[in-house]
């Protein structure tokens, strides 16, 4: 007890840096690599930003945290995003007061606001839909994979990045794809349109992942990084695409969800199905909802929105 007091000490003097790194290791440690990553850019920001590697817990301040605030934007990024630096460093600066390692009297994020702020969800219209599905690109290419996964999205009532990567042939039916929700683990289900399975048709290999992002041979760290490389080419290629199709918006992973959602409320789906399409209602709620419509209306409505011919 005595050692760990020692410790504790040191720590409280001398560092929130060897604080956070213990924080992102355990992190590491569980499999969540994920928060791990953003910890570490969050703690390699605000070192850059006091240019020292040595920054004791009494140097958090809402001043020097306004400060980092305006340091941040001053960076590029948009206020949105300075928030969420600021909820990553309140975060692990919490778990110390809650581990006792240090006792603040009064939190200095108190008072500062860390609430997102809202945006302009952007959707794309039809037409320019039909020019992503049309435009002329070399089969088998990177560029032609990213469109199909877009377009993928799209058909499969906006299925996000993280759960196409997961997603495997087991989950894929002749009439229905079935999947929880990688960020909050609800159940899903969306009809297996034919433009959906022609798509993946084309990239079936002996892997059990519908899409060549994750394998089944490598552990999960090795994993989250074949995602986070694919997510980044995606949306890299996706900006490609939208300068070949003459789109004037810049695309992005999260536009063909919004993009969907949209057309769905346009044709009138009912906004409870919408949202249990999205996966956003509770499995519960979802389950009334399911219950409540007829599935041929909704497999009906569905085709609608998803025809790009």
């Not at 934007?73 to 948009?78: A, F, N």
């Not at 084309?202 to 990084?225: C, G, M, P, Q």
């Amino acid at each position: 007890m005595e050692e760990i007091e020692k410790i504790k000490k040191g720590i409280a003097r001398n560092g929130f840096v060897l604080y956070a790194l213990g924080v992102i290791d355990r992190m590491e440690q569980g499999g969540r690599y994920g928060i791990a990553q953003a910890y570490r850019s969050r703690l390699k920001s605000f070192v850059q930003f006091t240019g020292s590697e040595r920054i004791p817990f009494q140097l958090f301040k809402p001043v020097v945290l306004k400060d980092y605030e305006s340091w941040v934007l001053r960076q590029g990024c948009c206020e949105n995003t300075a928030r969420f630096y600021l909820r990553n460093l309140r975060s692990i600066y919490n778990r110390a007061v809650d581990e006792k390692i240090i006792r603040p009297r009064v939190n200095p994020f108190t008072g500062i606001p860390l609430e997102t702020m809202p945006t302009r969800k952007r959707s794309l219209p039809k037409r320019w839909l039909r020019r992503i599905k049309n435009l002329k690109l070399e089969e088998g290419s990177s560029l032609a994979m990213s469109r199909d996964m877009f377009l993928f999205s799209f058909y499969a009532c906006g299925m996000g990045f993280a759960d196409m990567a997961c997603l495997k042939w087991e989950q894929v039916e002749k009439e229905k794809i079935h999947y929880d929700r990688v960020k909050t683990g609800r159940p899903v289900f969306v009809f297996a349109e034919k433009p959906m399975l022609e798509i993946i048709a084309k990239y079936r290999t002996d892997s059990s992942y519908v899409w060549s992002i994750l394998s089944e041979k490598e552990d999960a760290e090795k994993n989250y990084k074949h995602y986070r490389s694919a997510l980044s080419n995606f949306n890299r290629h996706l900006k490609i695409i939208a300068k070949k199709a003459n789109i004037p918006e810049s695309l992005s992973s999260y536009m063909a969800r919004h993009s969907w959602a949209t057309a769905a409320r346009n044709q009138l789906m009912p906004t409870a199905i919408i949202s249990s399409c999205l996966g956003h209602a509770s499995e519960k709620t979802t389950q009334i909802y399911l219950d409540s419509f007829n599935e041929d209306l909704v497999k009906r409505i569905n085709y609608k929105v998803t025809n790009l011919d």
